[in-house]
């Protein structure tokens, strides 16, 4: 940033420390990079944010005190931050008009709130500091030549560990320096137009007859930096905007070294480099001249002697040269491109770091209902297929034969993975630098270490493997460049050495550029997973940790998962957690210190990943993992904390996890850490609660250690909007016992998730009106969210498409139907209308909640059975509905009927549509629940016309006497009343008492359910009505 600042950026006066910033168009560019890099890094390096400047950045500003609101103590002239360093300074101090300001942190905040002043502020900002590099980091970075490299860099912090996090704040300001002088180089090509191909060709033929020896024309020629920028030139921005191209060191055989500028208006002698500044001179020297050639020829007898003798060679070189250059202008050939993608170098892009990218899965809380399993099997298949066709190409030949021999040896198992897999499990396409694709010059450099790792010795692989580390590894093109050329069959090769050493330098490169998914599917290709889960036997824990942290990176696909299993990983992995079990108190800060438990980290790392895999979860319960995860969930460190209970997470969507867990008292902890200040904590935690309460006996144990009181509070915030899904989750699946309700509407909760149910995501809104959904099965509750106005946000979520969300919504609007009150609303809303055009939605878990939606609605409408003919083929709807195969819509679409045909032109209409033969159809089932739906609806339809006779001639009747054999006292009253209603018929009291329906209704008179009671009785005294008539005719 210093060097863009002071170099690019136009002043208005020279003079260090002098001077403002013009408002030209490439002044307003830089300071708009600049913004934008200070505003994305809170949340991009939360770490760095934090990082305390040496000094702080001073400068006048116009804002007001009154402009800064929470985290800030503000008075009438000053405003402090609450946010202080060790010695309880404010890293943000305004007292009118000054302003000091010592993060990143306070940076990002205060241009969020300047906002439409963004840049006017950066511009007073960086007028007031020339050079802010010095005062963030310290005078000893600021000293550092242009040509430092991170090796550099590095070698004055790691005399001191606590320095890492300002290692890296250096290296993001080096990169943002780049970044602004080559953003520059856009501006400076539309005021100059630069030819450096014509400079390029006349250096590269003098070189080719330079050398020592008589004949040669030169010594030597080189360019004075090896960095070349996109346009092709080598002059900073700040000199090529006076036209300069490039700078050359020339050493002719006759006289002293000529220091040579290369420029748009010709070629001339420079002042040269003085040691003491370490920087050239650009001030001319002398006359202009055409060429290159010329000025040497003027400079150099020796030069002007031998270059005549060369002249038909260069003659020959030139046109060759000519061929190379020129042909492509009419050809589009290849080779030029290969040529032009070598000049064009060096595009930062800031979007793809990945430092500070979080180790856990992502949730995925769409895949919450049944039709998930359906979904993940296909998705299952899929990745299969797509991994059997990848295997086909891999990076290098020794890669490809090693495959080959692989696919003789492997057998494919079909897995069932869990639903918790998500997108990221798929492998993606290989895609690789195409040979006319716009390069940065890191990419060539790494791919010339990779050559030095291949051809050099222990000391000269160690350093290669140092130098390869000072380059951004999270950058896709420094990954993919160790890639192409070979690299990762040596970093892999390297694992199976004996030397320390080199497996640490190998496993740090590893684990960096395994945050890519190409990356890790190579890794698998090339056997390395396997070399990785044997070096977790290792006595070394600097190689167990930082091989498990590369099997957790690279354990992000199902296949990658399933070798480490049958590598024997997952039992070594579990080892791992095993630390201070001499120890009686976990929670000891000198525990944490020691190696064992940063082992125990990495190795639950490893296990997080690994755990989304079913077979894997069940692989770390049979190696003993779950009582070593409770131990660790004990200790108080947040970076232990956060991937065990990641990876309980996982596993407590397997029913022998959650009763573990239950056993080993987890959920006391959990809920303990619902109250941590880390968020990332708090979601995971919400996260394991949620997938283990859908046990009963768990989730009374979440309201008896006090954990609902935490998930009502954390609603309150709502910026992490993956923490919010969790927490509501976890509220959703407690509120389906009626005590944690009550406890929740004590809290304040409800009326919190009814202002939730509005610019929300869909997987927070899932949870939200789950939760909404259960706690209005108590009337209480439905007066609540009926006064906060939650009716109609629900009503309006009835025309999304995400299906788990229709479920939860059409489940709640029905639950609030029951109240007449909001039924009123419901209906003004039009929402049976939607209700009942989602019977016609594909998926079965939705017609079914929508057909008990419609129960509760048509129950209490006012005018139902006229409001339910409005709905033009309605009625036609649900009866088609009968014939589905999906036993819960069949219930549903049977309760539903029950309710339409209490109205008699509804009950006529149903029965020329065909009710009647497809309830028959129905009655031979062994589910309970459809059982009592479908003989409540037979009992109701049997008071039409004569369908109590169509019912007997469609053989309905049999099959309902042996319901009477159920265990379920709901079904027994819905099919004695049925049976009541049947009996009316003689031909169906002869099948009742054919079928032994007498005895068994006999029992049932002396129910203490008096409906029951009666409905038995009355089928009784039919059936023995039509016997005592039957006898009397036969004597008469």
């Known amino acids: 940033m210093g060097v863009a600042l002071t170099r690019s950026a136009q002043w208005t006066a020279a003079g260090y420390g002098t001077g403002t910033l013009e408002m030209t168009p490439l002044n307003e560019s830089i300071l708009n990079e600049i913004t934008k890099f200070v505003e994305s890094f809170s949340y991009e390096y939360p770490q760095e944010a934090k990082f305390i400047f040496v000094e702080p950045l001073e400068w006048k500003t116009n804002l007001e005190p009154s402009a800064f609101q929470s985290g800030y103590i503000v008075s009438e002239t000053t405003a402090t ?30 241009l969020s709130i300047v906002k439409g002043k963004k840049v006017q502020e950066a511009q007073a900002c960086i007028e007031a500091n020339r050079d802010p590099v010095v005062k963030i980091l310290g005078s000893d970075y600021g000293e550092m030549k242009e040509e430092s490299t991170t090796l550099s860099i590095l070698d004055t912090i790691t005399k001191d560990d606590t320095s890492y996090i300002k290692r890296k704040v250096a290296i993001l300001l080096k990169q943002l320096d780049l970044h602004l002088l080559n953003h520059s180089l856009k501006h400076i090509s539309l005021e100059i137009r630069l030819n450096p191909g014509v400079f390029k060709k006349d250096i590269d033929l003098l070189k080719r007859f330079s050398g020592k020896g008589e004949h040669t024309v030169l010594e030597s020629i080189d ?64 006359e202009i001249y055409k060429d290159l050639v010329t000025c040497l020829k003027d400079k150099s007898p020796v030069f002007s002697e031998n270059i005549s003798k060369q002249d038909i060679q260069i003659t020959e070189e030139q046109q060759k040269d000519n061929q190379i250059y020129e042909k492509p202008k009419t050809e589009d050939s290849p080779v030029a491109d290969s040529e032009k993608s070598k000049m064009e170098k060096n595009q930062i892009n800031f979007g793809k770091s990945h430092m500070t990218k979080r180790l856990e899965p992502s949730l995925n809380w769409r895949a919450t209902v049944d039709y998930k399993d359906h979904k993940s099997s296909v998705k299952d298949s899929q990745e299969e297929k797509q991994g059997k066709l990848e295997k086909s190409s891999a990076s290098t030949s020794s890669g490809r034969a090693q495959l080959l021999r692989k696919g003789g040896e492997k057998v494919e198992e079909t897995v069932s993975e869990s639903s918790s897999e998500s997108e990221e499990d798929e492998e993606p396409p290989d895609h690789r630098q195409e040979a006319n694709a716009d390069l940065p010059s890191e990419y060539w450099q790494i791919q010339k270490l990779v050559k030095y790792l291949k051809g ?73 997973l396997p070399i990785m889960v044997n070096i977790l036997d290792s006595p070394h824990k600097s190689l167990k940790c930082l091989a498990a942290e590369t099997i957790a990176n690279v354990a992000k696909f199902k296949r990658a998962r399933r070798v480490v299993r049958h590598h024997g990983g997952i039992t070594k992995l579990v080892a791992l957690l095993d630390c201070g079990q001499n120890s009686t108190e976990p929670t000891q800060p000198s525990l944490y210190e020691t190696r064992d438990v940063e082992v125990a980290r990495c190795g639950a790392l490893a296990l997080w990943s690994c755990s989304k895999s079913h077979s894997n979860k069940e ?108 927490v509501t989750g976890a509220i959703w699946k407690c509120s389906i016992s009626k005590e944690n309700v009550i ?36 009337y209480e509750n439905r007066v609540l969210v009926r006064k906060c106005g939650g009716i ?45 055009s989602l019977l016609k939605n594909p998926h079965p878990d939705v017609k079914a909640s929508a057909a008990w939606a419609l129960c509760p609605c048509i129950e209490n ?159 009784i005294s039919n059936i023995r009505r039509l016997a005592l008539a039957t006898e009397k005719a036969r004597y008469t």
């Not at 748009?264 to 001030?283: D, P, Q, R, S, T």
């Open 81 to 110: 931050s609450e946010e202080v360093d060790k010695e309880g300074q404010p890293l943000l101090l305004l007292s009118v008009p000054n302003i000091k300001v010592r993060s990143f942190g306070q940076l990002s905040k205060l």
């Open 223 to 286: 360019y004075t930096s090896d960095y070349e920028f996109s346009n092709g030139c080598r002059a900073p921005p700040w000199r090529q905007i006076r036209g300069e191209i490039c700078y050359l060191l020339v050493k002719p055989h006759d006289v002293e070294t000529l220091w040579i500028t290369c420029s748009a208006e010709g070629v001339f002698l420079n002042g040269g480099k003085k040691e003491e500044e370490g920087e050239i001179n650009y001030e001319r020297q002398g």
């Open 456 to 528: 050099g010795n222990q000391t000269a692989t160690v350093i290669a493997l140092c130098s390869m580390r000072d380059f951004n590894l999270a950058q896709e093109t420094c990954q993919l460049a160790i890639r192409d050329v070979g690299g990762l069959e040596v970093l892999i090769n390297l694992l199976d050495t004996d030397e320390v050493k080199c497996k640490i330098g190998s496993l740090k490169i590893l684990k960096e550029i395994s945050y890519n998914p190409q990356i890790r599917r190579n890794i698998v290709d090339l056997g390395g």
């Open 619 to 726: 692989a770390i319960r049979k190696a003993g993992g779950i009582p070593l995860l409770a131990r660790l969930l004990k200790t108080s460190h947040e970076d232990m904390l956060i991937p065990v209970v990641g990876t309980l997470q996982e596993c407590a969507s397997e029913e022998n996890y959650r009763a573990a867990i239950k056993a080993e008292r987890i959920i006391e902890n959990l809920v303990k850490n619902l109250n941590s200040e880390n968020e990332q904590l708090q979601e995971h935690c919400a996260m394991a609660i949620y997938q283990c309460a859908e046990d009963e006996e768990t989730r009374d144990l979440v309201r008896l250690h006090g954990g609902l009181k935490p998930l009502a509070s954390l609603l309150n915030n709502t910026d992490n909007k993956e923490r919010l899904a969790a």
């Open 743 to 778: 406890k929740f509407r004590e809290y304040k909760a409800i009326e919190t998730l009814v202002g939730l149910l509005i610019d929300q995501p869909e997987e927070v809104l899932v949870n939200v009106v789950g939760a909404l959904g259960e706690c209005c099965q108590e």
């Open 792 to 836: 109609q946000p629900l009503v309006n979520l009835l025309v999304g498409i995400n299906q788990a969300l229709l479920v939860n919504v059409t489940k709640a609007v029905g639950a609030c139907a029951v109240e007449p009150e909001s039924m009123a609303i419901i209906d003004r809303l039009d929402g049976v209308r939607l209700l009942w």
């Open 861 to 1019: 409408a006012k005018d139902a059975g006229e409001m339910v003919r409005s709905f033009v083929g309605g009625l036609e709807l649900v009866v088609n509905l009968l014939k589905s195969d999906n036993k819960e819509v069949l219930a549903s679409v049977c309760a539903a009927i029950t309710n339409i045909a209490k109205d008699q032109e509804n009950l006529a209409v149903i029965t020329d549509h065909g009710v009647v033969p497809l309830l028959s159809k129905l009655a031979n089932t062994n589910n309970d629940k459809l059982r009592r739906h479908l003989a409540e609806a037979i009992s109701r339809c049997c008071m039409w016309g004569r369908n109590r006779v169509a019912f007997g001639e469609h053989k309905a009747v049999a099959p309902l006497v042996r319901y009477l054999k159920s265990t379920d006292t709901n079904v027994h009253r819905a099919t004695a009343q049925a049976l009541y209603q049947l009996s009316e018929d003689a031909d169906n009291c002869i099948t009742m008492h054919e079928n032994g329906a007498v005895k068994l209704l006999l029992d049932m008179v002396g129910s203490p359910d008096q409906d029951l009671q009666e409905a038995a009785a009355g089928c």
